[in-house]
Structure formats: structure tokens, C-alpha cells
């Protein structure tokens, strides 16, 4: 059974954020007729009165807009999520719901509106000193460096308390967190803008970046995705202007404010700092990401609390926005649950998202480690090397750079690291057009020598006693219809005599015949010399039932026809 079906739907819903785009307010009951279109949209083989039951009772006691953004939001998070001993868990048996209420929206409003029903919140206070103390004792032991929480498991815990856990495969690269990123995007938009841009009109990624941002809107651009930043700042700046009455009893026009927006187009600063922060002016430390979070969780109880008080609709529909921009962006962070396969995935690794707030690596260690630095006894994180020495010396300094951080911050709670580096695979090259009539055609041709440059670069490096007990072994990832394993095996078996020892290939992920993805994992065994203790990536294929793919792919389908010959 569904948690909270319907109300999970709020922040994916597209027409409403358009329409206050164009200054139009939605009510209470267009809201609630598109998220039962968008509930429905999961599963079109149901008739309409299961969605309807399932509205009425995620929906039952909530009668207004005011009542949607506050009542509605409790609801909803408290549904899956509880207190105990102070720390927001996840509860076990709504674990399976919570994973995809993640792909819908932010974990922070979430982790911030059970903080408002459990957390004995004094409601209607807006003391400065009191609120600091709150923040303190409830919101920075859930979000002071991460907003994730974990369910509460008795092995889990006597595990991580004892030990720490051991996670044999992180990426480094894309592991950063939506409510982190969120607070890196909204605060240096124009920064994230040319990033975005950038791969829009990059001949590598323009493709799968167009793709994506078409699929969400057809109307969208990297200017238009700006545009809606600035919104939300001026947006956020405006709920603290009303929860702390500094907006002097004004009515607010939200065709005005949309008119205003679109005329100055360079009126706020690059770099815009949490509104929150005013407000206790002198009280707070320097500038850090962890406290941009907890203002940002302190801000969203304040405003449920607003809302819940005096019945404000006006900052309803005002949070509602904010919102629905903020869901607008975690759908280019997070995949969503209707994107499958490696090439839906890939999207969103190149669009240009993550880039601005992962140019450096101490606060992935932290965020991985948890609010309790107690997740890890030892990492293996993933990189992507260079084909050059120094382009690779520089990113496993910058990575041993921010570990280091780590670790004396940390001291005692700090965790082992190792890296494994891995290959992207990537398309072939090959232009007919650039070939002659007594040329030879070798498939991956350019590929190969990138492989072989890069591997010659890791080697170079891997003999330096400050990288030899770090560079521990070696992956091949990314889309693997894009590369065949027999590409990789001569870099394999070089890499292999220049004694790494350990090796990975990610194969049987994505295959186009069920028989392909059982072949590739063959190959990647045969081809590679994978050995005891080396290790296949994921190999999906050799679990999926035949019957069941081929009742979801039917009778007929496309395929090369040396493809169909290898299989």
C-alpha cells in the first residue's frame, strides 16, 4: 500500500508552478485535481475510483490551500518519517515509500516538518535566542551536515556504533545531496547558470542535456531555469520578510512580482546569502553549507507554523512556489521513477547540476560519514581519471586534499579511503566519411589509445609512494552499449602487469536482447581475466526473469545486425 498517495504529488506539479510563473495563483481545488492526475499517471491500468479512495484519505480533514501547506506537509512527512531519542528515523516500515518520496521532492522539508510535530516547538515564538536553542537541540542533529536520515535497525546500529560500516562502491563525483545543492544553486545562480549553459551547448552533452530539459518543459532554457532561481530567492527573502512581520501589512501581488521580476534582470547581487541569516545578525558563525541548511529547515518550521497559526493563505501560496521550484530542480538531480536504464541516467550526470558544488571533496566525506560520523569504517570511492599525468595528480590531490580536511576535523571518527579508478566507456567514434577505401576499420579505434593513455597516466602515478596504498584498483563504467569489454581488455591486461591487483567491470546493466546483457557478462570475465576477488558491476541480467522481459518488451524490437550475430 502507498503512503500518503496524492499529497506526494506536490511538488511535481508543473501547471501550478507555470501558472504563478505567469502571476496566476492556483486554488485549492485545481491543486487538488492535478495531483490525483499526477498519482494516476503512475499506473493508468486502475480505474479512477482506487485514485479517488486513495485521495480522500490522504486528503481527509485538509479542506484548504492553507491547510494543504501546513496540515497537509505534517502529514505527509510524518507518514514515513518519526522521533527517537532526539533523531529524526525513517520508519522501517514506510522504507520502501520514503525511497521514492525522495525522487519527488527535497528530504529537508520533510525531515523539517517532523521536526515541527515532534519536536515541542513553541509555537507562534520568534525570539531569536529561543529559536537558535531550538535550532540546536532538534534541527542541527538532522541536518547539520546531512538531511538523509536512515530507519532504525538494531544490527544497523550496533554496527555502525561498534565499527562502522564498509562501502566498497561511492562515487565520488554526484554523491552531493539535493538540500545541498539546493542552497549552492539559489545562492550563486548566475555561477550554476554558465555551468548549465555550458553543457547545453557542449558537442559531448548537448544531446542528452536537451533531452532532459525538453522532457521536463519544451519551452525550457538554461535562461529560463535561471530566471526561476532568482524567483525562489526573491521568494524566500519574502516568507522571512512575513514570518518575522517585516513586510508592514502589505497585500502581495504575485502578477506584480512576476512583472517586477521579468524588468530587472540584474538587480540582485551574484552571490545572495540565506535571508534567515538577519535575522540573527551577530549570533551566528561564519558562513558554511551546514548552516545555510539549518536556516533553511528553521525557515520551513517557521513558515508551516505561519501558516497553521493565521491561516495565511497568501504565505501559502507563496511557500507553495518556492516549492515548486525547488521539486522543479531535484528532478535534474535525482532520477525519477519513470527514467530507466543507464542512457536516463546518464542525463543527469552531464547536464552541468552538480558541477558547481563539487569542486571540492571534504564535504562529500562528511555528508557520507553522517550526522553522527559514525556511517564508515572504510571507503572505496570511485574517480574518473585523465588521460594526462598531471590533469589525474591534480584530481587525486584535490580528493586526498579534502580527505585530509577530514580527517583532522574528525580526528578519532574519521574512516579509511581508498580509490578505484574507472574508465568511461564511450561511443565509437568512427567517421565514414574520414575513412578511405584501403583503410582498416578498427571498432573503437581512438577509444583504445584514450584507454591505453589513461592507463599509462594511472600507472605513472600508482608507482609514488603518496598514491600506491590510496590507487588500489581499477572500473570501467558509464552506458556499456557504448563500449563493448573486449575494448578494455588489452588496458586490463597492462594495467594487470603493472600490479593492480584488483579489478571491476560493470557489465549486464543495459543490454538491448536479455541473451546481450548474458554474453557481455561472459565476455567481461573471458575477455578481462577476471579472477577471484575481482568483481562484476551490477550484471542485472543474470537475475531478470526471461518471461517477465519479454512480456515487457513484447515480440518485436530493434537491434543491429551484428549484435543479433554476437548473440
Known amino acids: ?30 491543486v487538488k485535481r492535478r495531483l490525483f492526475l499526477l498519482e494516476r499517471s503512475l499506473n493508468r491500468n486502475l480505474p479512477d475510483h482506487y485514485y479517488k479512495n486513495a485521495e480522500d484519505n490522504s486528503l481527509e480533514g485538509i479542506k484548504t490551500f492553507e491547510e494543504l501547506m501546513s496540515e497537509g506537509l505534517i502529514k505527509l512527512s510524518t507518514a514515513h518519517l518519526e522521533l527517537r531519542d532526539g ?65 532504525f535497525f538494531n544490527q544497523m546500529e550496533s554496527l555502525t556504533a561498534d565499527q562502522g560500516l564498509y562501502d566498497l562502491h561511492i562515487h565520488l ?31 559531448h552533452s548537448r544531446e542528452k542535456v536537451r533531452e532532459q530539459i525538453e522532457a521536463e518543459d519544451s519551452e525550457l532554457t538554461p535562461y529560463l531555469f535561471y530566471r526561476r532561481l532568482r524567483t525562489a530567492q526573491r521568494l524566500r527573502k519574502l516568507m522571512v520578510c512575513r514570518i518575522f512581520n517585516q513586510s508592514n501589512g502589505h497585500e502581495f501581488d504575485f502578477a506584480e512580482f512576476m512583472r517586477i521580476d521579468s524588468i530587472y534582470e540584474y538587480d540582485m547581487p551574484r552571490i545572495v546569502n540565506h535571508p534567515m541569516e538577519k535575522i540573527f545578525e551577530g549570533k551566528l558563525t561564519p558562513y558554511s553549507k551546514e548552516m545555510d541548511i539549518c536556516l533553511e529547515s528553521l525557515m520551513y518550521i517557521l513558515v508551516i507554523d505561519e501558516i497553521k497559526k ?74 574518473s581519471p585523465k588521460s594526462e599525468v598531471a590533469k589525474n595528480f591534480k584530481q587525486l590531490m584535490e580528493i586526498k586534499k579534502g580527505f585530509d580536511k577530514f580527517q583532522n576535523e574528525e580526528e578519532s571518527n574519521s574512516f579509511r579511503l581508498q580509490l578505484i579508478a574507472h574508465l568511461i566507456k564511450k561511443p565509437d567514434d568512427y567517421k565514414v566519411e574520414e575513412q578511405n577505401a584501403f583503410s582498416l576499420r578498427i571498432r573503437h579505434h581512438k577509444n583504445r589509445l584514450d584507454y591505453y593513455k589513461t592507463a599509462r597516466a594511472l600507472t605513472i602515478l600508482h608507482e609514488q609512494k603518496k598514491f600506491s596504498s590510496l590507487l588500489v584498483g581499477i572500473d570501467a563504467a558509464a552506458n556499456e552499449l557504448d563500449t563493448p569489454p573486449e575494448v578494455f581488455a588489452p588496458v586490463y591486461r597492462y594495467l594487470r602487469r603493472k600490479d593492480f ?12 536482447h536479455l541473451i546481450g546483457g548474458l554474453r557481455a557478462i561472459y565476455e567481461a570475465v573471458d575477455f578481462l581475466d577476471l579472477r577471484s576477488g575481482d568483481r562484476i558491476g551490477h550484471a542485472t541480467a543474470a537475475g531478470i526473469d526471461p518471461g517477465l522481459w519479454h512480456k515487457n518488451i513484447g515480440d518485436t524490437f530493434y537491434i543491429s545486425r551484428g549484435e543479433w550475430v554476437d548473440d
Do not use: C
Not at 343 to 358: A, L, Y
Not at 502 to 510: L, R, S
Open 310 to 383: 493565521n491561516n495565511n493563505k497568501q504565505l501559502a501560496h507563496v511557500f507553495h512556489f518556492y516549492l515548486l521550484i525547488l521539486g522543479f530542480v531535484n528532478r535534474f538531480i535525482v532520477q525519477q521513477m519513470h527514467q530507466n536504464g543507464f542512457d536516463q541516467f546518464q542525463k543527469i550526470t552531464v547536464n552541468g547540476f552538480r558541477d558547481f558544488s563539487e569542486k571540492e571533496y571534504f564535504n562529500r566525506f562528511r555528508q557520507l560519514h553522517g550526522n553522527r560520523k559514525r556511517n564508515l569504517k572504510h571507503l572505496e570511492g570511485r574517480f
Open 501 to 512: 591487483q584488483h579489478f571491476t567491470y560493470h557489465v549486464g546493466e543495459d543490454f538491448h
Open 173 to 203: 563525483n554526484g554523491s552531493t545531496e539535493t538540500d545541498v545543492l539546493w542552497q549552492d544553486i539559489i545562492r550563486q545562480p548566475i555561477a550554476v547558470y554558465r555551468i548549465i549553459q555550458g553543457e547545453y551547448n557542449n558537442r
Open 87 to 151: 533523531i529524526i528515523i525513517i520508519n522501517t516500515k514506510a522504507l520502501d515509500d520514503w525511497q521514492i518520496l525522495l525522487t519527488l521532492s527535497s528530504p529537508l522539508l520533510h525531515v523539517s516538518s517532523a521536526i515541527f510535530k515532534y519536536g515541542n516547538f513553541l509555537h507562534g515564538n520568534r525570539n531569536a535566542e529561543y529559536l537558535l536553542d531550538f535550532a540546536e537541540q532538534y534541527i542541527a542533529p538532522n541536518a547539520h551536515i546531512t538531511a538523509l536520515p536512515s530507519p
Open 1 to 30: 500500500m502507498v503512503i500518503s498517495p496524492v499529497l506526494r504529488q506536490l511538488f511535481m506539479d508543473k501547471i501550478s508552478l507555470r501558472e504563478y510563473s505567469q502571476g496566476v495563483l492556483p486554488d485549492f481545488d485545481d
